[in-house]
């Protein structure tokens, strides 16, 4: 998976490959789909969520250039995986999952690994997480149709967000660095996520 799936196509972060070697993506997929754990497609999981592409996560991960201080907010926790990968590259993750069975799940396989430095929450995850903010990066693993702001005013200075933008059919990651408050957006590559719910619909 490392070297076809995501050296081959561009990804060079030597943190983000040595931890997408590390971490078992297998342990997070249902036994029926575990034979397919490491190809290059999304997965389901249940709740009509999937674990994301392992090319799409890598991108992402490389993007926020995260380091063992940062402190990360993920939204949309789903199996874990990506979880755990971010637990691997910053200090401290605060997760949320809007999913009690999922955010459950991911909570037993995380904690089996060993993983200390992770919250896991079950809530809205469009509202963020404000008792931890600011925080130095937030990761969106849910397509938004609008970037939101609740999550933004979340984003230390200089902080980074990477999260999927558009309707349903048609969405492109974006890149967000806060500059003296301000968001400076940088247009990346087109993808497809589940959309980002609000509790409240």
């Known amino acids: 998976m490392v070297e076809s799936q995501l050296r081959a196509r ?70 874990g ?17 809007r999913h009690p069975t999922l955010s459950e799940s991911a909570r037993k396989i995380l904690t089996a690994l060993g993983y200390s430095n992770i919250q896991v929450f079950t809530g809205d995850g469009t ?27 979340q984003l230390r200075d200089a902080g980074r967000m990477i999260i999927p933008v558009g309707s349903q059919d048609s969405q492109q990651l974006q890149f967000i660095r806060m500059i003296n408050g301000q968001p400076v957006i940088s247009l990346r590559e087109a993808v497809r996520f589940v959309p980002l719910v609000p509790d409240r619909e």
Do not use: C, N, W
Request: no cysteine; hydrophobic share 45%.
């Open 127 to 153: 509202l963020g997480h404000p008792a931890a903010a600011p925080f130095d990066a937030i990761l969106v693993s849910a397509a938004a149709s609008d970037l939101p702001l609740t999550l933004l005013s």
């Open 10 to 79: 561009g990804i060079s972060d030597p943190r983000v490959l040595d931890t997408m070697l590390r971490v078992p993506r297998h342990q997070f997929v249902p036994e029926t789909y575990r034979s397919e754990a490491y190809e290059d497609h999304p997965l389901p999981i249940g709740d009509d969520q999937t674990i994301s592409q392992p090319y799409v996560v890598a991108l992402m991960l490389e993007s926020l250039q995260l380091t063992p201080a940062d402190k990360v907010l993920e939204v949309g926790t789903g199996s």
């Open 81 to 97: 995986y990506v979880t755990a990968l971010l637990a691997e590259l910053a200090g401290q993750v605060f997760s949320i999952e």
